[in-house]
């Protein structure tokens, strides 16, 4: 019995200590298990916040925990439709899986899924989860969760010694997995405080920076960056408004290389959406049309990634920007947001509402650049303004001649911005003397610096014109050659002003060479107010209308040629004849009823004080003027130049 | 602004990473993975030059915290320098300047690790 008992006995004892073993072996593992959960409970509250840098923990313990050689564990992007692996053992990188939002709530109803046998609906998932199943050797997916909201999943392979998880240690599983998903969860919570902590600190930190910048470019840039940083944009615009045009302008791009390919329409960089036409509905809506529409309607807009045509295919978001008055001055647009991992996430209400408030401040500072802007443009203009009165002043000569035979008497009275009024009596060497009156166009310095030319130029013109003449003295004036001399003159001098500046820039020119022994005078009109030559029995006559050609430098010589060639005409004074030259700022001076004194005025002013001296023309016709123009403003300058012939 | 690039330099025990353009994911996933491959090859004493970077959002503030912390398990150290006087005010704020250092220049951003 005894012989026949032992082995049987031996055998209960083998199979009781190896029972017993198991039980401790068992024992142990949970004992390990209990300390690997506080390990892990550690890692949760170790203030490591990111789960992607911690899941390597989580895996290596849920791994070690169960005996399991193999696993990986998802992490899941709502934004995206993804699951991104973040852990893997053995460690190696995988390609994103996408999934279906009906996919998520099928894998929510299932605690623990077989690999090799998907719920129904999940085959597709499974498909596209097949490389890294059996890479890793999946046995076992576990969706991680807390309550409704997916997390992610862990997924184990090749149990150590054994084909399947037991009972106890599917419960355990599921205990490790609920602890996973507090981390994703707390890890997620962690960056969302972050990211706005981030974006509260950069709105409230950048707001002020911006409105001490006086330079709309700068003021612009940083609008642009600040708003681009902390809503995690990719890119960003600025479009400005120009009411005028009823365009929106580009002001700063980031980056620089946004705008490349555009649609929109492009000067050069200027890229410019004209704001003028209706806006289409809304189904039809680009990214221009919604730029349009928050210009038009100062409200937020946003625009999918398909209808952007402005940068080429961003998801964006744009709001206007106001200046104190409540004007829109433009919109501010920021394009993609940002995720971690290069997922693009549509912009929130909170976005909206965080980027109208930058918006706000924005508007400010943009306004205060532009005013600070202005204003140094006006001081600048003004001191640009002095500069060229002085110029122009320098030009005007403070004593005419005196004439053989002749009274010459001038007046040049600035008003208002600086034209570009000029007159001159030059003697020549010949004995001959050359009057001229021009009005250049426009204002300030480049008017100034443009009559500077053109005294430069009669100058110059006048020494070689006096060369002929003077060869001519002996035998008399000779007409023809100085209407020759003179319209060649006239033809270099338009050749001069118009190689000097740009088509709205020339000059009204009135030239009279006279000749006192003769008492020839002999005039050519380049574009001027015919100057007034009052007989002395009272008739009048107005020089050069006839002839006139056009002003100079406004055409090239060969169109002048075409249009109208510059002609010369003489006249000859007798005693008590009088040449009143004047510029436009006389017969254009307007009164407080909006009349403009015109020429019949001064032909009736100039005939009552004909028979007096020149000076005392000039005061008369002076006084005239002045009377006519009581206390209204006058914008040009007032210029006269009389000849009388004694 | 939009140039964006990361240079490396490897000086016996610390290396300094050097990142220019906009640290947002594109830029902050090559930084992490520089900052991996040193930390990798045993560089445990870093310094990232951020004088190229004048703008940086949330996501490549995550990552310098990923950075940080990956460090700390090696118990390395990680010293910054270059940062405008808005991102140094940033990095307080969010906590960074609590476990790195940071310094006005490379020279001193190593002399202190």
């Known amino acids: 019995m005894k012989d026949l008992s032992e082995p049987i006995l031996d055998r209960d004892l083998q199979q009781t200590q190896g029972a017993q073993n198991t039980a401790e072996q068992t024992m142990e593992r949970l004992i390990f298990s209990l300390s690997e959960l506080e390990h892990l409970g550690q890692t949760l509250i170790s203030g490591y916040s990111n789960f992607n840098h911690s899941s390597k923990t989580y895996l290596r313990i849920t791994l070690g925990t169960l005996q399991v050689t193999r696993g990986v564990i998802l992490r899941y992007h709502p934004t995206g439709n993804n699951l991104d692996v973040v852990a893997s053992t053995p460690e190696q990188v995988f390609p994103s899986i996408s999934i279906e939002s009906e996919e998520v709530a099928n894998l929510l109803q299932h605690p623990i899924i077989e690999n090799n046998a998907p719920p129904v609906g999940l085959e597709e998932f499974f498909v596209r989860s097949a490389e890294l199943g059996e890479t890793v050797d999946i046995r076992l997916w576990v969706p991680l969760k807390i309550q409704d909201e997916f997390l992610g999943m862990i997924g184990l392979g090749r149990f150590l010694g054994r084909e399947t998880l037991v009972a106890w240690e599917q419960e355990l599983l599921t205990t490790l997995a609920h602890q996973i998903s507090i981390a994703i969860a707390y890890s997620r919570m962690v960056e969302g405080i972050q990211s706005e902590k981030f974006r509260l600190f950069m709105l409230a930190e950048s707001a002020p920076q911006i409105c001490q910048l006086l330079q709309p470019e700068d003021a612009a840039e940083q609008v642009v960056l600040q708003a681009v940083s902390f809503l995690d944009a990719n890119a960003g615009a600025l479009m400005l408004t120009r009411p005028e045009q009823q365009e929106l302008e580009l002001s700063y791009a980031f980056p620089e290389t946004l705008v490349e390919g555009s649609t929109a329409q492009q000067n050069g960089n200027e890229l410019v959406i004209s704001c003028g036409e209706e806006t289409p509905p809304a189904q039809e809506a680009t990214s221009v049309d919604m730029l349009k529409s928050v210009a038009k309607d100062g409200l937020p807009g946003h625009c999918l990634p398909e209808s952007d045509t402005l940068f080429g295919g961003k998801n964006l978001m744009a709001v206007p920007i106001s200046g104190r008055d409540g004007d829109v001055l433009g919109v501010l647009v920021v394009g993609d947001k940002e995720e971690r991992g290069g997922r693009i996430a549509p912009f929130t209400d909170e976005d909206v509402v965080l980027l109208d408030s930058f918006a706000k401040q924005a508007g400010v500072a943009i306004e205060n650049a532009h005013l600070h802007q202005e204003a140094l443009e006006a001081r600048q203009l003004q001191a640009e303004m002095e500069e060229a009165r002085k110029i122009q002043e320098n030009l005007i000569p403070d004593d005419l001649p005196d004439i053989p035979g002749y009274e010459v008497a001038g007046h040049y009275e600035p008003r208002g911005p600086v034209g570009g009024d000029y007159y001159d009596c030059i003697a020549l060497p010949t004995g001959h003397w050359g009057l001229s009156i021009a009005d250049v166009s426009g204002k300030g310095m480049q008017a100034a610096l443009l009559m500077a030319t053109l005294r430069a130029g009669l100058i110059s013109e006048l020494s070689r014109v006096n060369t002929l003449t003077s060869g001519d003295t002996e035998n008399g004036v000779c007409p023809s050659a100085i209407y020759l001399e003179l319209t060649e003159m006239a033809m270099t001098l338009n050749s001069l002003l118009y190689a000097s500046g740009t088509e709205e820039k020339y000059a009204t020119f009135f030239y009279s060479h006279l000749n006192p022994e003769t008492d020839i005078l002999t005039t050519l009109n380049a574009g001027h107010n015919p100057p007034l030559l009052v007989k002395k029995d009272g008739t009048c006559k107005w020089l050069g209308e006839e002839v006139g050609g056009i002003p100079l430098g406004m055409f090239p010589n060969d169109m002048v040629s075409s249009i109208a060639e510059y002609e010369a005409e003489h006249i000859e004074l007798v005693s008590g004849d009088v040449v009143i030259y004047y510029t436009d700022g006389v017969t254009e001076t307007v009164n407080i009823e909006d009349e403009y004194y015109e020429e019949e005025r001064l032909v009736e002013a100039s005939k009552a004080c004909k028979d007096v001296s020149a000076d005392a023309i000039r005061e008369h016709l002076h006084d005239a003027v002045m009377k006519f123009q009581g206390e209204a403003d006058q914008f040009d300058d007032l210029t006269l130049l009389i000849l009388k012939k004694k | ?113």
């Open chain 2, 1 to 113: 602004m939009n140039k964006f690039d990361i240079q490396i330099r490897e000086d016996g025990e610390h290396a300094v990473i050097e990142t220019a353009g906009y640290l947002n994911d594109a830029l902050g996933e090559q930084l992490a993975e520089k900052a991996k491959e040193l930390i990798g090859n045993g560089y445990t004493q870093l310094v990232i030059n951020l004088e190229k970077t004048t703008l940086i959002n949330s996501i490549g503030i995550s990552i310098l915290i990923e950075i940080i912390e990956a460090l700390h398990e090696q118990e390395g150290a990680l010293n910054f320098c270059g940062l405008s006087a808005t991102q140094e005010r940033t990095f307080r704020m969010m906590a960074l300047a609590k476990y790195a250092g940071i310094f006005p220049d490379e020279e001193s951003a190593i002399a202190n690790l």
